[in-house]
C-alpha cells in the first residue's frame, strides 16, 4: 500500500501539516515515537508571532489553545536593552495600535492542543512508531520503522521530527555556538505581567517571557558556568539573574524548573531529496535567542501543505512539486537563519568596539517610528 504523504514526526510541526492536509481526500499518515497524549521534549516558552496565531486559528487549534485557561499570554511590551552600555528601545502593542505583539505558549499545551485537533479531524496518527531511516526511490518513499516493523510507503514522506532521523540525500551541516540556553520559570515582585524583556549582556543574551504571572527565562551561557548554575541555591540563581538585568528588571523572588539545552544551529542540505522534504527544525534548527523557530517551522508546515494541495495525486512528492516548494521557502527560511545568526554574532558578545553601534541601534530603533514599525512587522508576521 502506497500512502499520498508519511509525515514522520508529530510534533508542533508535523502535527500542523497533517491538519492543514486534514479533509482533502488525500491518504495520510503520520507516525510518532511517542506515546499518545504525552511529549517527549521538556516543556519550554514558546513565542509566537501573529501569523503563527492565525495559521493555528484556521487550523482550528488556537481556540482550543486559549480555552485552556492561562495557556495562552499576549505580549503587550517587549523591551530591549543591554549591560554595561547605553542605548534600549520599548516597543508596545499599544504604540503600533495592535492587541498584542506576540504570543507566549507552553510548548506541551500546544501540542496537546494540536493533538486534540488531529483526532477532531480524524488524522491517522501511529503513536509509538519511531522511524530508523527514509529513503525515495523514484516511485515512492520508504520509511524504515524502528524494531523490525514493516516500512510505510508514500508517494512524498515528510520529515518532521524534530532533527534526528538519517535521510537519504540530504546532511546536515551543523555549527554549535559552544553555548547552552539555561531554561526556567521565574517569577517578579511586582508580577510585570505581558512584558517580554530581551537583554543583551557580556555573557550572552537573557530572554524572560510573559507566562500568565510568571515569565518564562531563556539564559544564553557556556556550559561550564551552566553547570554551577544549575546547582547553585535559588537565593544565589535569582542574584545572579538580577546582576544581569541591572535596574532594568527588578524584583526576582522566585526561580524553578531549570533546565539546559545545547544551542546549535543546524540546516538540511538540501532541504529535499528524492520523494522527500524536511521541515521545521529537521530542516533549521535555529538559536532561540530571536523566538522564530517553531514560527519558520509553522511556515514550513503551511506552505508544504499548500504546495501539495496545488499539485495532481500523480505528482506529489515528484521533482516538479519538491523544486517548488524548496524555491517557495527560500527567502523566508534564509532570513530566519540569517537574522537568528546575526543576532547571536552582534548581541551574543562582549566586544568592546561593537557595544557603541548596538547602543546606537536600540536608541534608533526607539526613536525612529519606520524602525519600530519594520521590527514589529517582523514579530508579528516573520521576516519575508
Ligand atoms: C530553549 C528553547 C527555546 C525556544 N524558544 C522558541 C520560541 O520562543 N519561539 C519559537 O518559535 N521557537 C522556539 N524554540 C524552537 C522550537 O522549540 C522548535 O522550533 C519546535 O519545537 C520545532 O518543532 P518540530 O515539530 O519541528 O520538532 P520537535 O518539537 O522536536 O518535534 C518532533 C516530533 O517528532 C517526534 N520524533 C522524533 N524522532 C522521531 C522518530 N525517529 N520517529 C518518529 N517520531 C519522531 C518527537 O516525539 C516529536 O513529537 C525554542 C527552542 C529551545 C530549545
Known sequence: MIHDVAIVGAGPVGATLALALAGNDLDVVAIDGRPPGATLRQDRSLALAHGSRLTLERLGVWAGLEAVEGAVTPIREIDVSQAGGFGSAVLTAAMQGLPALGYVVSYVALQRALDAALAGAGVRVRFETAAAGVRGTPGHAEVAIAGGVSPIRSRLAVVADGAGVAVDGIVRERHDYGQVALVAHTWLEPPRTGIAYERFTPDGPVALLPERERHGLVWTMTPEIAETMLAVPERAFLDSLASH????????????????????????????????????????????????????????????????????????????????????????????????????????????????????????????????????????????
Open 245 to 384: 538585568f541591572g535596574t532594568r528588571v527588578t524584583g526576582f523572588v522566585r526561580v524553578a524548573e531549570r533546565r539546559a539545552f545545547p544551542l546549535v544551529l543546524e540546516r538540511a542540505r538540501p532541504v529535499v531529496a528524492a520523494r522527500v522534504a524536511a521541515i521545521g527544525n529537521a530542516a533549521q534548527q535555529l538559536h532561540p535567542v530571536a523566538g522564530q523557530g517553531f514560527n519558520v517551522g509553522l511556515r514550513d508546515a503551511w506552505e508544504l501543505a499548500q504546495t501539495i494541495l496545488d499539485a495532481p495525486r500523480d505528482a506529489i512528492g515528484g521533482g516538479a512539486m519538491l523544486a517548488d516548494y524548496a524555491a517557495r521557502r527560500r527567502v523566508d527560511r534564509s532570513a530566519g537563519i540569517a537574522f537568528t545568526h546575526g543576532l547571536v554574532r552582534i548581541f551574543g558578545n562582549d566586544l568592546p568596539w561593537i557595544r557603541w553601534p548596538r547602543g546606537v541601534a536600540l536608541a534608533l530603533l526607539d526613536a525612529v517610528p519606520p524602525a519600530k514599525r519594520a521590527f514589529a512587522r517582523a514579530m508579528l508576521h516573520g521576516l519575508r
